[in-house]
Every structure is written in structure tokens, then in C-alpha cells.
Nanobody, 124 residues
Framework: QLVESGGGLVQAGDSLRLSCTASGRTFNTYAMAWFRQGPGKEREFVAGIMRTVIINIGYADSVKGRFTISRDNAKNTLYLEMNSLKPEDTAVYYC??????????????????WGQGTQVTVSS
């Protein structure tokens, strides 16, 4: 029900935009987030967003100032704009949705819908 796209192989300093399109249900009131999992590493929080009366957004310190999360509720789509990419950003990126909370959290265990992931590889 969540399908990511936009990954690829880029050089350090380049940009990519990931998309996550939802189908089968409306995710407009769900907390949404991006996670990533690098080789031999645990899945980690990248960015989260919740749309209520105001938009609440949060980022991991490692991507703050370089990545931007956004959502288009009319298109049922979540985005992650990634700029100034570094080799350490190499990972499989996943979008996730939490149907139980009105706010994003950093724990993967709190999310009950996941995409299949899209590979991002940044060469030096």
C-alpha cells in the first residue's frame, strides 16, 4: 500500500527526490516518516511529518539542513528531497505510516505500514 520510488546511484554532493505513493487507503491523517537502513546497520529514523492543524516536522540530526520532508495529501504522496548527499547517506530508504498516533515518532516499531524500500547509493 506504500510504494517508494526515486532512488538511484549518485555522486557526493548530488540531489535526489524520493516519493512514496499510498494506495488502498487514505493516509492523510496518519503520521508519516522516512527511515533508512544502511549495510550492517539498524533501521534509523530520517524524517517525520504529521498534518493536523499545523504541520509538525522533525529530522535526524545527520540530515538536518540537507533533507526536506513534505506531503501532498491530494496525491496521497510523501516526499523526501535530499540535497548535498554524502556517501554515509547510502542506504535503503523506506516510507512508513503510523495509524495510531497523531504525531511522528522515531521508533520503527510504532509504524504499522511500510513500503518495500528504494536503494540510494552515494559514491565519493
Amino acid at each position: 500500500q506504500l510504494v517508494e520510488s526515486g532512488g538511484g546511484l549518485v555522486q557526493a554532493g548530488d540531489s535526489l527526490r524520493l516519493s512514496c505513493t499510498a494506495s488502498g487507503r487514505t493516509f492523510n491523517t496518519y503520521a508519516m516518516a522516512w527511515f533508512r537502513q544502511g549495510p550492517g546497520k539498524e533501521r534509523e529514523f530520517v524524517a517525520g511529518i504529521m498534518r493536523t492543524v499545523i504541520i509538525n516536522i522533525g529530522y535526524a540530526d545527520s540530515v538536518k539542513g540537507r533533507f526536506t520532508i513534505s506531503r501532498d495529501n491530494a496525491k496521497n504522496t510523501l516526499y523526501l528531497e535530499m540535497n548535498s548527499l554524502k556517501p554515509e547517506d547510502t542506504a535503503v530508504y523506506y516510507c512508513a505510516a503510523d495509524s495510531k498516533r497523531s504525531y511522528w515518532t522515531k521508533s520503527p516499531a510504532n509504524y504499522d505500514y511500510w513500503g518495500q524500500g528504494t536503494q540510494v547509493t552515494v559514491s565519493s
